[in-house]
């Protein structure tokens, strides 16, 4: 699906209330196939301590819809008050929910469904000029299509940790013709301007526009690949502690982590579990489902580094014609199914090399899409930063504990991701979609 574009100046309210129902309904449609796939005992236990129970992933998109659409938006009475704190994802850790009072499957699909139809109702007459930050060019409305987004992307994330029979399926990307072009690009240094203060949807971490100064430095023109980590694995990589930071090695070595997540080797052959299948590994596809721990060691034994924040941005944004950043490495045009891997409309990474319509200025392919990117830095708010709507969704989790993610996953919509947009994780997590590609400093 193709949203209207608001990435052109100007304010067109009739072009954003028409994404805006898009997107809602797009992200509507991905979680009921999410839900509708399993029967109700698979969406009411608990597949990882890690994840909460797919049905509370159902009821809290209904609840949050309703906390913002029909409430702080439209002034409604509460339809379920004593239901708030169950799904509260701050008041009850993912490991503890299972055992909550939750809304059965049934009752769960109800209660999104009558919040959906209330509002849609608010969004048909809302004023898209104020008269609150909210209501500005419809942001609650795109806030709530991308929480729901990110849960699909969760519920997701469930799918590929439970055991059960596969689920899911969708068709494979096409094949990508031999990439013959370097395997590293120079980004020259200068400035540019990082975040956004234009963007209608942004959320409050992605704020605001700031200049950024980036000494040179040259990046992978694509994600590193499971073959090129095999090498790193059969070059001993998980038995040698130079190569990791010292709260790395001593979480590999305490959990016996020797490959990444899904990834076993029987008969000679390395194996991945992947949404229920079982599969050779595909040397040319993305690694996926590493930790943050797991990319940097393998980029200190190739004698590179994992690129800053701020270089995957200017990488993914500037455009050296004009000086001008970009809302995504090919333009200001929203994403196009030749663009890049999202979606969900595959399964799986494309093999690397693939998308060339999607590629940057400088030549880098499949910085939007495919698998999150770890970079090296921590998730810090950026100059000027002012929370908004609430402290939950960034500022708690400001801080060296957690490493930013960047570019979006196969399992990742459209209107969640775009060359602004900031995920971050614990170094620790694998079971994310999560990739990589290394850097270098220098021009030479």
């Known amino acids: 699906m193709t949203h209207a574009s608001t990435g052109a100046p100007g304010f067109d309210g009739e072009a954003l209330r028409a994404r805006a129902l898009a997107s809602l309904l797009a992200a509507r449609d991905r979680t009921t196939l999410l839900t509708s796939c399993v029967e109700e005992p698979e969406l009411t236990a608990q ?6 129970p797919l049905v509370w992933d159902l009821a809290h998109i209904g609840n949050q819809e309703e906390l913002w659409l029909l409430r702080a938006v439209a002034g ?3 339809l379920r008050p ?8 701050f008041e009850h850790p993912r490991s503890e929910r299972p055992t909550l009072p939750l809304l059965a499957p049934g009752e769960a699909r109800r209660y999104a469904a009558e919040v959906r139809g209330r509002a849609l109702d608010v969004l048909e ?8 930050r909210l209501t500005e060019a419809g942001f609650a409305f795109g806030m709530i299509a991308q929480h729901e987004q990110q849960h699909d992307e969760t519920m997701l994330i469930t799918h590929q940790l439970r055991t059960g029979p596969q689920a899911l399926t969708a068709p494979d990307p096409a094949p990508a013709p031999l990439l013959t072009g370097p395997a590293e690009v120079l980004i020259p240094g200068g400035p540019f301007t990082m975040g956004t203060s234009t963007e209608p949807w942004a959320l409050d971490n992605e704020r605001p526009a700031h200049r950024r100064d980036v000494p040179p430095f040259h990046l992978d023109t694509t994600p590193v690949t499971n073959g090129a980590y095999l090498r790193f694995i059969e070059d001993g990589g998980y038995d040698e502690p130079r190569w990791w930071a010292p709260e790395g090695w001593t979480h590999i070595r305490r959990h016996g982590i020797h490959a990444p997540q899904f990834w076993r080797r029987d008969a000679g052959q390395w194996l991945r579990r992947r949404f229920g299948a079982v599969e050779p590994v595909p040397p040319d596809e993305p690694v996926l489902h590493v930790s943050w721990y797991e990319a940097d060691a393998y980029a200190r034994w190739a004698g590179r580094r994992l690129p800053t924040e701020a270089e995957w941005e200017k990488a993914a944004r500037f455009d050296p014609a004009t000086g001008a950043s970009r809302r995504y490495p090919w333009g200001d045009a929203d994403p196009a199914p030749g663009h890049a891997n999202l979606g969900q409309r595959h399964l799986r990474p494309a093999p690397a090399g693939s998308y060339p319509a ?3 200025p400088f030549g880098v392919r499949q910085l939007i899409g495919d698998v999150w990117e770890w970079t090296s830095s921590d998730f810090l708010p950026y100059p000027g930063f002012t929370a908004f709507p609430y402290k939950e969704y960034s500022e708690v989790f400001f801080g060296p504990g957690y490493k930013v993610l960047r570019g979006g996953s196969f399992a990742v919509d459209e209107v969640a991701c775009r060359g602004t947009f900031r995920n971050w994780d614990l170094p620790v997590r694998r079971q994310i979609f999560s990739g990589f ?4 400093s220098g021009a030479v």
């Open 358 to 360: 999607g590629e940057s």
């Open 76 to 78: 409604q009475d509460a």
């Open 437 to 440: 590609r290394t850097a270098r």
């Open 125 to 132: 007459s809302a004023a898209f000029r104020g008269p609150t």
């Open 47 to 52: 597949h990882s301590p890690l994840m909460s």
């Open 82 to 89: 004593e239901i708030d704190s169950l799904y509260d994802a």
